[in-house]
């Protein structure tokens, strides 16, 4: 699939200069420009050509989507190897990998689509590092033309000055801290609100004792009971509602803006955080049982005491929150967190000790370790 320029401009996408040179190439890692002839491939990507610089390429997935990016990229050799950038590199080969090993600017779109052809879209910006729109955040589950059909017909002119914002707009690098309230956008209409609980990599650097096996620079965010169209919830109303069980992310959102602080206030004494609870996993001191409650650490030694039945280590940990609004819909509509829970073990995902279902093993943690 190839969009044209008129779809572009919907999704704020670079549109294609009309004295751009198309160009097909096959779609492996293999391909090898300077002997074409020597691989045949029925799958193709295509690049646009502005003269000897690669200015955009159309990269196909497997399942008939596509990923949409722009690029700046000297080539030579009559458009068959990649320039160097510095004194001392070498030309590489034009291929699909070496392309996408460049740095690419601007907005791109990746499109898959499943079995059943419904599209899972993704809109970001790789020099702000931030999300303009994602199907699986906002819950949509329609078809391919249904997508298009939809976006198109309910984009306003406020939407399009979004998407000129999102598309020219410089990275930022965003302070946060313990106790700020942040706002994010579900969709282009519904917005959603959280809560930093923790800033891991502050509780370390200032000496404070904490599991440390989550991946990157963790924040421990909870994300409230709400979905409105409103942009301005007040930090006071906010404090009145209900969380999702908090969770651990890498600080990415916070720290790049997409995640918008609007306001602080003092945590209360109750926060719930997350529980990683299990035998230690260091190659070097195994032989002890460790329990990590956000602020909240203790370790007994293994031998005398049982060993947890199972993992409740709970080290997951991404980008940004897992929590998407269909989710937190349901969770207002029961007026609990059930539908948390119950997402997750369908999946067979959790391994969080704070589920129901590990009630019992709950309490014979607390006691083993000490915990009210």
Known sequence: MELTNEQRKYFGLEVVDPSWD?????????????????????RKNVLYFDGDILRKEISQHENGGFRES?????TQDNR???????????PKILNSVNIQRCKSYG???????????RADVLIGNYDTQKTYYSSHFSGTNLKVDEFFDKWISETTEQDFNDLEVFSTEKRRHCIFKEGDFFRFKYDRRHYGYGRVLMDVQKWIKDGNPFWDILMGKAVCISVYHI??????VSII???KLSSCPSEYIMDNKLFYGEYEVIGNAPLNEDVYYPIMYGRSISGTDPNKIICCIGKTYREISLEGNDNPGRDYINNGIG???HIDMPLVEKCIKTGSNDPYWQKNADKGLSKDIRAPQYKDALFKMK???GLK
């Open 22 to 42: 198309r160009v097909e190439i096959p779609a492996v890692s293999g391909y090898n420009t300077l002997h074409p002839e020597k691989l045949k491939s029925e």
């Open 70 to 74: 722009s690029y700046n990229l000297r």
């Open 80 to 90: 068959t190897k990649i320039a160097p950038i510095t004194a001392k590199g070498k």
């Open 107 to 117: 907005v791109y779109m990746d499109l898959n689509v499943d079995n059943l052809q």
């Open 227 to 232: 979905v409105t169209e409103d942009p301005d």
């Open 237 to 239: 109303e906010l404090s």
């Open 319 to 321: 980008f940004g929150s």
């Open 367 to 369: 006691k083993q370790m």
